[in-house]
């Protein structure tokens, strides 16, 4: 680990092992940014499905949070994370790679999607949160800020190649075949993340070894936090929205604005170029207005934005449109970047994966609502309503977090004698108590 005095424009990429996690990040982002356009690519073009079956299918990638999303983070506190994200990357491969095959054998079916979505998603909750949950072991509670925002900065760079790739890749050799690309990707990252040498302790088991206990205290800390209730709260009406919209939007511009794959793609790397900005700037945001504020500003101000796009139609005014999808992506990565620095300084290292696994489990868990009440709207109002409606939707996901004020969000504590040192060494500032909320 890098002293937090090591001068350097660099900073933790610096660090030897943050620069392995980084590149696993990269190549592993990458895999999944072709998923987000080739597999529902896959269902219209190859398989020509409705709305709804869309939906079903996105509904089906991100049902995990909802079904293993509690036990998820107590099994991950008992083990090594980055053992769960070497293994869970592998697997993630090895299901993706079953697409083009069965396509080749001439058996794909809208029920194989749905059953590679449904593994696909599940592996995921478990990457994402030893992901989360491994950052603060390896770069230190004092860098969480820079760790977050550099990773977002990494993702971003990855949500523009990932579609500009994916888009000719589609057009070239099909949907199920890109998928390959999607596969060696993950498969590179976990074999980047077996090479990280920094290992963490061992997790010591608990006094009482269920499953149940270990839940319950990870939903007793979590709920009982005034501040992360509020940022759940908020992420969940985000998420919920954000999927019907994103639902909807490969359909409305593949069949009513007549974009082909490469256009498709090209547009949502625009998409990236905003999340690469927004992690570029994070930092100072955060700094300048405080992470608290940052969590219900950045969507109050970037989401209105999104619905330039139901206003479209085929020529330029679609290329105008996605000036909003990108001021979505800024929005999100600011936001994102402050509030897991925000949740993961706030949670002692023995509760981090319970932490992100049942905040994932609430503001995740209606994203497969969102799925299928997208793909629905979408068969009885149309593309172009629903997307007015998660515009809406995301834009009022700010009110849940308006009240957390104060120009920090958090100070640091580590002078402070009585702190036990297996917490955090943060803490809240001028937030509001329990009782003014």
Known sequence: ???????????????????????????????????????????????????????????????????????????????????????????????????????????????????????????????????????????????????????????????????????????????????????????????????????????????????????????????????????????????????????????????EIGLQSFGIGLLLSGMGCGALLGALVATTVSKRVGQGPVIWLAPLVTCPLTALMPLARPGWSVYVAAVGLAALSLGGVVRVVAQSSFQQALTPDRLLGRMSATSRFVSWGGIPLGGLLGGASGSVLGAAPTLWIGATGMTLSFLPNFRIRGRDGCRDDRDDDRQRPSESPLRLKDLPSEGNR
């Open 1 to 255: 680990m890098i002293p937090v005095s090591t001068p350097s424009r660099l900073g933790l990429l610096r660090d030897p092992d943050f620069g392995r996690l980084s590149a696993a990040t990269a190549l592993g982002q990458l895999g999944d940014r072709i998923i987000f356009l080739a597999l529902p690519l896959v269902a219209i073009t190859a398989l020509n499905t409705d709305e709804f079956q869309v939906g079903l299918l996105t509904a089906m990638t991100t049902a995990g949070s909802l079904l293993i999303g509690l036990p998820a983070g107590a099994w991950v506190d008992r083990m090594r994370k980055r053992s769960v994200m070497i293994s869970t990357d592998l697997v993630r491969a090895l299901i993706l790679l079953t697409i083009p095959m069965v396509w080749w054998a001439g058996s794909l079916t809208i029920w194989w999607l749905y059953a590679v979505a449904l593994a696909h998603g599940l592996l995921t909750v478990f990457f994402d949160v030893a992901h989360v949950s491994y950052l603060p072991h390896l770069v230190g509670r004092d860098r969480l800020v820079e760790g977050n925002s550099k990773l977002s900065a990494i993702r971003s760079v990855t949500s523009i190649s990932g579609p500009a790739m994916a888009g000719p890749l589609v057009g070239w050799a099909g949907a199920p075949a890109a998928l390959l690309a999607s596969a060696a990707g993950m498969a590179a990252s976990g074999l980047l993340a077996l090479s990280i040498r920094t290992r963490e302790r061992k997790p010591e088991p608990s006094g009482d070894p269920g499953m149940l206990r270990d839940i319950k205290e990870g939903l007793k800390f979590v709920l009982g936090s005034p501040v992360l209730r509020a940022i759940m709260l908020g992420d969940a009406i985000f998420n919920l929205f954000l999927v019907m919209y994103q639902t909807m939007l490969l359909f409305f511009l593949e069949r």
